[in-house]
């Protein structure tokens, strides 16, 4: 055997080194545009941050406790008037089509700040990418258009993504916890469209978004399989809010509870079902051939949405990781001890090593598992490099003179669904799934960690509200628990990153 | 607990009696405080039973037990709602220090309104060690009396007692307390700081104008007594804390054997069992410590005071990381204030800042080590 057939086979060896190392791979195809987009969005939001967060975040948090019922709509037309809810939708269905890789370190820096508003402007996202996983271009770029047109007149139009219910929140998270999953938001097959009936809980942005992608079941016995996408918007007879949510932290984001009793949802708005793959053409047979049946095809629409979402999370646990630490170096800096500034003790200096370790690990972490969806993920197209710079040189309103009529052409959706769903390798959705999951604990838990680190620093100045810290603490928990409790992330890892090694371990038969 | 006295015992059951009649029910609405009426019924109930003045002297009103029985309680009301555990410590911790200087008359007098719980409960900012940082407020003699100047920061029940226990720094550089009345001139109090944890035990901000201060004991002497206090009381911290611990685990072990995920209720995960025996384990571990630490303190045994601090600094941070996983075991339901987890969480790590920074705690305590003081026999 030669040298490099040698070395080519001693490097798939696990750990594979590829998969090891999303970054250097990611290099030789990254686009150098993406480097400027990052540098871009982390000024705006530290300017965003300095404007309007630093002085708002507070009070915000303080007016929740005092009115949990308090809808922060301010909040919403400001993040609209800064135009953050259309920057990530790709130009192609009108917006203002940023690098996908920008997006996390954006939110690192809001995320330094408040994570209330954070989560208020990132979980667009989440709703978002929901929407955009099931590649139906006709609806992405409907619902798209109406974000830009909110934008344009100044009346803000959000996505809230509807996954979790009362008794289903880590079922919903996997297919194989799903198979026996006591899932009770069910989809019936009517004339025209389907008929819901269930409860989607703790859904971020609820109360204060537009349109809300629905995760529902067709067959409640077997939701592994039947998995259906609806998107429902307000107003739709048969749809209204529960309550909202009395939550220890990110008071400023609201957690809805989406009630839906004999909602009648048209065909038009059904987004994708598992149980239709059959009737799919040409798609069908790519699944087949990809081995891919309703249940794995109900899988990687999650894996979709988490291998772009969790390293989102990941950068919230490195933006609150790094908030906590910048107030207990002010703190340390301000606070005379033993006749001395705090910063100049050797254990204080240590401490506030280590809490810049965490940040700077947890930043780590996601940007690899950004590299990693970018690559593999469900808009890998958009990081190659023609299709990139051809995306980000033509004017919004070129793209808009064609696009809005293309994309209602079913043969544009099926042309999608080919290349992103059909093309993506099996390898491909578990190394992007697995870093996710990776970035999303390692940064939230370490998050979590600097908070705690900065409290017992600042003893009785921590536990004021007016001091910051506290809020970061109350903030950061919730991180540890959505997009997945890190305990369903860890199964994920070993499902994705180390059951390679242990080719006879099953995941989640425990 | 195996050579609990009969005394004891009843005392526990007692706390546990009075725990969930008064501090279950209405737990969530309490802790609302300040956008909701401050829990006065249940304080007056506390006092009554004299959860105040649990260590006081006879002859000072008080029920002259043990510090095992002062923890006893803290662990018992904690364990349910850590607010009320919040002001019997101050309470204690206030008399602790009268004590330790000795004031017997002024602790007569402190105890003398026993009518009233805000007589009983002198405000001290508890959070705080006075000499970690240097006090904004000074004392100054004008004729044999003390006016005191300058802003007493967080200060515990400032706006629930009538009277506050104060630091503030003398000419020679030390620091003494002062017994302040909060109704009387020269007193500025501010309002309730929202805070992270035991909101219905409130702390406010207090800015003195020359306002007369009554010393307590020796001036120049507040460090000595202060340090005395901690020694003995630490202890009684660590059983609040420890209280708080298994309040969260009781409350997670219930929701796994009824919260059902991939079919099968997560008790039986074994992924949640590790996470519910090391929540298991800890606790039992701080239960072991406070009551060992506060037997050592009753009987005086060799390495008394250490063992009390070493309770505190392990217990609380414990508490920190079990509170953690109590929210985390209920997901998302456990981030809602529904089911009093998050609440835990936040009380535990407001706990952890009791007798002040921690990390100035950790080098107190092995400074004594270092000069000499043997932790062990």
New interface residues.
Partial sequence: MSRKGESSLLLREFPDFAETMQGLAAMERMPKGVVEECREAVALARRFNRTVARNYALELD?RM??DPTYLPWELVEEANRWGFFTMWIPKLFGGKGWSLSSIAPFVEELASECLAITNLIGVHYFGFSILAATWNVRLIDMISREVAEGERTGKPCLVSGAV?EP?????AEEV??LA???VRCQARRVEGGYVVNGRK??ISNGHLSTWHILIAYEDLERPDETMIAFAVKNGTPGFSFGRM?????QKGCPASELVFEDCFIPDEYMLVAASRLGEMGLLSRAARKANRGPRELGMQLIDFVVSATRPGVGAMGAGVARGAFELALQFARE???GGKPLVNHE??QC?LAEMYVNAALARLSYMEANYANSMHGMARLLGFKPLYYYHRALPTSVFDRFMPAANRRDAVTTAFRLLVMAGQGEEQERVASGWASLAKVAGTDLG?RNC?LA??????A?????RRA?KC??DA??L???EG???LN??NIFKCLVAPAAPEARA?E? | MIGMSEELRLLEGMARDFALKELVEGREERD?YP?APLFEEVLAKAHEVGFFSILSPEEAGGAAEPVQALCLVLEELCREDASLGGAVFTAALSRELLRQAGSEEDLKEACAGTASPREALPAF?S??NPS???LSLRAVEEGGAYRLTGKA??VVLGNVASRALLPAGSADGGWSLYLVDLRGEGVEIGEP?????LHACPAVDLLLHGAPGELVGEEGKGEVYFEAAVDRLSVAAAAASCGVMKGSFETALDYARQR?????EIVN????RM?LSSMAVRTKAAEMLVRGAAAAVDAASPGWALASRAAALQVQ?AA?EVT?DG??LL??N?????YGQ?KR??DA??L??LL?????RK?RYIRRVVDGERPWA
Wanted: charged letters at 30%; aromatic letters at 10%; hydrophobic letters at 35%.
């Fill in positions: 303080r406790q005092e979790t008794e289903a929140g880590t079922d194989e916890l026996r999953a006591r809980i703790f949510e009395k939550k220890m932290g606070t005379e001890v254990w204080a401490l979590v705690q409290l017992e620093l600042m003893g009785q921590g536990l004021r509200h007016d506290e603490l109350r928990k919730l540890q628990i959505y409790t890190n305990q860890r199964l989640f425990d | 609302r956008f900012p959070f705080h970690d940082t240097p920061e967080y700081v929202l805070s992270l944890g059902i995920q991939g079919g099968r995960w074994s992924e949640v996470i941070e920190t953690c929210i985390q997901g998302g456990g981030y809602m204030q529904d998050e969480f936040r790590k407001q952890q800042a002040g920074m921690a990390p100035l080098l």
